[in-house]
């Protein structure tokens, strides 16, 4: 099978858990799929980028965005500015019948994509431009949504995740061994994964 949207390698396993034959290729390749998932949970994003814009499904690059501000938009991730459109629906009857041009707009961080980092701040060149209207979502967004590349602590923390899902068939009660305090359990969050994970983790607003 092929890895979808996986942050690391069927290699890269396997050379961390010093695999060298192709006997479990396939579980190690769900491993992979299943540990970068719970990436995405953890972090309330993902790190792979959609197809490209016009060639996959249509829903899947449109968003709709509210805003408290007239002058900026903060949006999810965007992986890339080909294909990027942007609609305000001005009198908040659900038309979105204004499209604004390049100039009407700034996308931020700035040097986002120089660092293959995502875009996520949309700044108006002119206050007023995005709508403070009663309508649930005035700015519909199309684009590529995603990140770049993968960064590298997601791509080891995956790694690391992955193996751990590999040998938890052998501690499948929590239990990975004995000690001569006990037992050893096995903890739901490695402490380095969750270290490597928390730069990139979306805090949730009450």
């Not at 900026?72 to 038309?95: C, P, Q, R, Y």
């Not at 100039?103 to 931020?108: A, G, I, T, V």
């Not at 309508?135 to 770049?148: N, Y």
Request: hydrophobic share 45%.
């Amino acid at each position: 099978m092929a890895i979808e949207n996986g942050y690391c390698t069927l290699a890269e396993l396997k050379a961390v858990l010093r695999i060298t034959d192709n006997v479990d290729d396939t579980l190690l390749e769900r491993r992979i799929e299943e540990a970068s998932r719970v990436i995405d949970n953890h972090c309330g994003r993902f790190f792979w980028k959609l197809a490209p814009v016009g060639h996959g499904n249509a829903d899947d690059w449109v968003k709709l965005f509210t805003t408290v501000d007239d002058g900026v938009v903060f949006v999810d991730d965007i992986a890339e500015t080909t294909g990027l459109v942007i609609k305000i629906d001005s009198n908040g009857d659900g038309t979105y019948a204004k499209t604004l041009t390049a100039s009407d707009y700034q996308l931020e961080p700035l040097n986002a994509l120089l660092k293959k980092e995502p875009l996520n701040k949309i700044r108006a060149t002119v206050r007023g431009t995005f709508p403070l209207t009663q309508a649930p979502a005035p700015i519909k967004v199309t684009a590529r949504w995603g990140w770049p590349d993968v960064p590298f602590p997601i791509r080891s923390a995956c790694i690391i995740l992955a193996g751990r899902l590999v040998k938890r068939g052998d501690s499948l009660l929590g239990v990975a061994g004995f000690g001569d305090l006990g037992a050893i359990t096995v903890r739901a969050i490695d402490p380095d994964v969750e270290r490597m994970l928390k730069p990139f983790k979306i805090m949730a607003v009450a």
